[in-house]
């Protein structure tokens, strides 16, 4: 599985607090769509900006935090195609896989990507390449069980349940 | 077979074979699933899309805690719906508006030690505290349990931390959980297990020992489990001798197994606090990553005081507060917000008196709900104000305008902040009032019902 986009990098500790904060809870997508990023200091406007396209990277324990759902579905609605960071929290990460998204580890992505590069994310070969900085970074493989979830486009069609 | 912790043997009790050829991954079969209006009701729409009923209603332990009242037309809604859906897959109703799921969990006879509990809230890990494994997730996860009664999870290897030394009366809970976290850092139990091991000479109260399991999850564990021993039998014991749950529930089914890590077991790290050295601490805005002693910190003024949260709202807690403020006021234009963890904890701090001298000293009580520390309603702040809670996070924007600022302290830091109106050390407020073992006697009977209002 290879996926490209262009790198939205953010930093250390990230929580779903800043990411999606609790105002904009609701069952309405609309909704949860204009709360993306909106306390994360400095990302208010890209996070209400077209993300159609975007790889977010971070850096370690991405998305601490709150269980909220919100916070990882507002990353499909603001068509996030994937999460890269140095290491994921927990919860989160278990929230975005499940919705079918790639959530992966790279332990040795530097701080600083600059924003807009094209990144490609090769999990076949299981690196990270920044064609702009003329470097591959090495990403850690999926879990077989996760693996599996993201072919199936996630934990609901892994589990054989059809829910939309 | 090899020597186990404690997290290992819970769960691998319960397992056989990996979902899937050299995955981490066990389908384990959950004993409880924790849930509320909020993150329930994100599942709703989908789960009745699938078109199944949930495999056991009556393991499904559903609160509602968090639009409760509901502060706006919407969250009516959600609440509503969240409602129907509990009443439609008759799943008992009895926990409804009794306070937050997670104090309603601990408080509950369907709580057992050795159990395995996932619930669709990040601190759910408070459980742990009762000798269970317990986790929180998001709401697909939740509903894949709704649908099998099983989660996929890998088994998490443990980090030890042995807590030794006596307990001084102005340390709490908070003051040991933000010690872990200033020392593995905000990140740095990350797929892993917190294996608590009391060993202090009277032991940590079974309240702090759940502000403890409760705040694991800032320093990114899976779940925070306490060894069970003495203290946890004893609290097990009054608390199942009470009968709390309703008659529609069948307790038969719900088994405690008291279960040991092995001696010998193997630890990621081990980790090893005197409490007798801990400073009162505090948590500086933002994030989890500065902690530092509260007499080391600027004493800024401070706006509002929040005493409430499944993280330090309980008995314990509100009788600190109330022992401080005892003839005293809190300081001109503070607000002190207090919200109970539970409606239990409400009705036990009306009856003792507490409540009493917490209103005559100017706090505002609310009903037990999430409230101010989710950013909820009754209690959240304003651009440039400064709140000291004794919840478990001061992310921006977590409690309101993402340029307020929230600093996490224990209860006794918050009362002396309170008072003074400023970021303030509690220990001289204890010596002052002449507070000597809190722990062993929290609310003395000699304090009778409060002054007259």
């Excluded at chain 2, 078109?51 to 609160?63: E, L, Q, V």
């Excluded at chain 2, 037309?73 to 009443?87: M, Q």
Aim: glycine letters at 10%; charged letters at 20%; aromatic letters at 8%.
């Amino acid at each position: 599985m290879i996926i490209t986009g262009n790198a939205l990098m953010m930093g250390d500790n990230v929580n779903t607090d800043v990411l999606h904060p609790s105002q904009f809870f609701s069952l309405d997508d609309s909704k949860v769509r204009t709360g993306f990023m909106q306390a994360a200091a400095g990302y208010e406007k890209v996070g209400s900006s077209d993300l159609s396209g975007r790889i977010i990277l971070a850096g370690d324990n991405f998305g601490c935090g709150s269980s909220r759902e919100t916070g990882a579905r507002v990353f499909l609605l603001a068509g996030v195609r994937a999460v890269v960071a140095r290491s994921l929290a927990r919860i989160f990460s278990r929230n975005v896989r499940n919705l079918g998204l790639l959530a992966a580890e790279c332990p040795t992505l530097p701080s600083q990507i600059h924003d807009g590069f094209g990144v490609k994310i090769d999990m076949n070969k299981l690196v990270l390449e920044i064609p702009a900085y003329g470097q591959n970074f090495p990403l850690t493989r999926l879990d077989p069980f996760w693996e599996a979830v993201f072919k199936a486009g996630g934990l609901m069609p892994f589990l054989g349940f059809k829910d939309e | 077979m090899r020597a186990q912790t404690l997290t290992e043997k819970i769960l691998l009790k319960k397992v056989n074979a990996p979902i899937l050829p050299d995955s981490e991954y066990f389908r384990i079969p959950v004993d409880l699933v924790l849930g509320h209006d909020a993150t329930i009701a994100l599942l709703i729409e989908r789960f009745k899309k699938i078109g199944k009923h949930i495999w056991d209603p009556n393991r499904c332990f559903f609160a509602a805690d968090h639009f409760v009242p509901p502060s706006t037309p919407e969250r009516a809604d959600i609440l509503n719906r969240y409602l129907s859906f509990v009443k439609q897959e008759s799943v008992p109703e009895d926990l409804l508006y009794r306070g937050i799921s997670h104090q309603l969990l601990v408080e509950d006879r369907r709580c057992q030690p050795g159990m395995v509990i996932c619930g669709a809230d990040s601190h759910t890990v408070m459980a742990g505290a009762l000798g269970c494994f317990a986790a929180g997730m998001g709401s697909t996860d939740i509903m894949a349990i709704l649908l099998t009664g099983e989660v996929i999870l890998s088994i998490p290897k443990s980090i030890r931390v042995t807590m030794t030394g006596k307990m001084p009366s102005w340390l709490f809970g908070k003051d040991i959980a933000l010690e872990i976290i200033r020392r593995i850092g905000e990140g740095g139990s990350v797929d892993h297990a917190l294996e608590y091991h009391d060993r202090t000479e009277t032991s940590i109260s079974i309240d702090s020992r759940f502000t403890i399991s409760n705040m694991s999850v800032e320093a990114g564990a899976t779940n925070g489990v306490f060894v069970p021993d003495e203290t946890l039998k004893r609290y097990i014991e009054q608390r199942d001798a009470a009968a709390k749950v309703s008659e529609s529930v069948n307790l038969d089914s719900f088994e405690s197994t008291w279960l040991q890590p092995d001696e010998d077991a193997e630890y990621a790290r081990q980790l090893d606090i005197n409490v007798e050295e801990i400073a009162p601490l505090v948590a500086l805005p933002g994030n989890l990553s500065r902690i530092v002693p509260i007499d080391e910190v600027e004493p800024r003024p401070v706006q509002q005081v929040f005493i409430g949260s499944c993280a330090g709202g309980r008995t314990e807690d509100l009788a600190i507060a109330a022992r401080l403020l005892r003839n005293r006021r809190v300081a001109a234009g503070m607000r002190l917000v207090i919200t109970p963890a539970s409606q239990t904890v409400y009705y036990e701090c009306l009856r003792n008196g507490i409540f009493q001298v917490l209103a005559e000293a100017g706090a505002l009580i609310t009903n037990s709900s999430c409230g101010a520390c989710g950013g909820i309603d009754k209690g959240l702040i304003g651009a440039g104000e400064a709140c000291v809670s004794t919840s478990n996070r001061n992310f921006r924007g977590r409690m309101g305008s993402p340029d307020g600022l929230i600093y996490l302290a224990s209860p006794a830091a918050a009362a002396a902040t309170a008072i003074v109106g400023r970021l303030t050390d509690p220990r001289p407020f204890l010596d002052e009032s002449g507070i000597e073992n809190f722990h062993s006697d929290p609310w003395p009977k000699t304090l009778g019902a409060g002054g007259a209002l």
